[in-house]
């Protein structure tokens, strides 16, 4: 072995340590905050932040859906200071605190957001009486989390259940199985950081790639030229989110975000097409 080697595997995992310091900044405790509607009863909007953020991260989306007249539920939990179980059982607990019976249930995720939403689903799927977007969600795990499985250092910095959103079969986004509720996918497809370009394969935001943003049962799919941590700020995405919580598809009308042209909602706009076109 040269003498190099060493160093050069000291450097890349002080790389990864600040590249995850920098992209999960933070963690916070368990809870709900809502946004009132002026006119009730109103649908609520529940937002599942990712991991090591917080639920501020979400606002810019927030702000927009309650200007639309949505019942606001900003959802916070310790995302890197428990396994899987206990983040369950908070996002579970917000969940339920949030719904209400006269109001049509939607959601949007972030990241690991998205993932323990599914497995909400696996219990409480009657709960989700509306349409959910998950942003840059690692449905078929991630490198990264491959890497972190490696890394003493990194599970340390990231948590329990960072270690778990690997790309094997027994990781957890793959042992949750296809979706059964309405959802719209929104992947990225710029990398702010060489680690992510370096350990990811094919176009990703970083941390996801846009193959493994995919869930099998997903009525539509879309990619922006955005990375992992700032997706949720982008203009074009909080147009489509909005967009799809009215309509169940994508807008398809937007010039900066990519449209997946085999999705449901794509076959479902070619067949109304030719229908009318043949009338």
């Known amino acids: ?3 190099k080697q060493p160093f050069v595997g000291a450097l890349r995992a002080g790389c990864v340590v600040v590249f995850f310091a920098l992209w999960f900044p933070g963690c916070t405790s368990p809870g709900a905050s809502v946004l009132e509607a002026v006119a009730t009863p109103a649908d609520t909007v529940v937002l599942i932040h990712g991991l090591g953020r917080r639920s501020g991260s979400l606002n810019i ?3 927009a859906l309650h200007a639309d007249g949505y019942r606001v539920c900003r959802v916070d939990y310790a995302s890197t200071r428990h396994g899987p179980p206990e983040l369950l059982r908070q996002v579970t607990d917000a969940i339920l605190e949030c719904a209400q019976p006269d109001s049509t249930l939607h ?3 972030h990241s690991l957001g998205g993932i323990l939403l599914r497995g909400f689903a696996l219990e409480h799927g009657d709960v989700l009486t509306g349409r959910t977007v998950m942003l840059a969600p690692p449905n078929g795990g991630s490198e990264l989390g491959d890497l972190v499985q490696r890394s003493g250092l990194l599970r340390a910095v990231l948590g329990p259940t960072a270690t778990e959103l690997g790309t094997g079969p027994l990781s957890l986004p793959n042992r949750l199985g296809p979706v059964l509720f ?5 992947a990225g497809n710029r990398s702010l950081h060489p680690l992510g370009s370096f350990v990811l394969n094919g176009p990703n935001d970083g941390t996801v790639t846009e193959q493994n943003a995919r869930v099998a049962g997903m009525r539509d799919f879309a990619a922006v030229h955005r990375a992992h941590s700032l997706i949720m700020r982008a203009p074009e995405v909080v147009a489509e989110v909005r967009a799809y919580l009215v309509t169940g598809c994508f807008s398809r009308e937007m ?4 449209y997946d042209a085999a999705s449901h909602c794509a076959r479902h706009s ?3 097409k030719i229908v009318v076109l043949s009338q």
């Not at 309405?182 to 929104?186: A, L, R, S, T």
């Open 1 to 3: 072995m040269s003498r």
């Open 61 to 63: 989306i927030a702000d």
């Open 107 to 109: 959601v949007v995720t």
């Open 182 to 186: 309405d959802v719209g996918v929104i």
């Open 255 to 258: 010039e900066e975000v990519s």
């Open 270 to 272: 070619q067949a109304a």
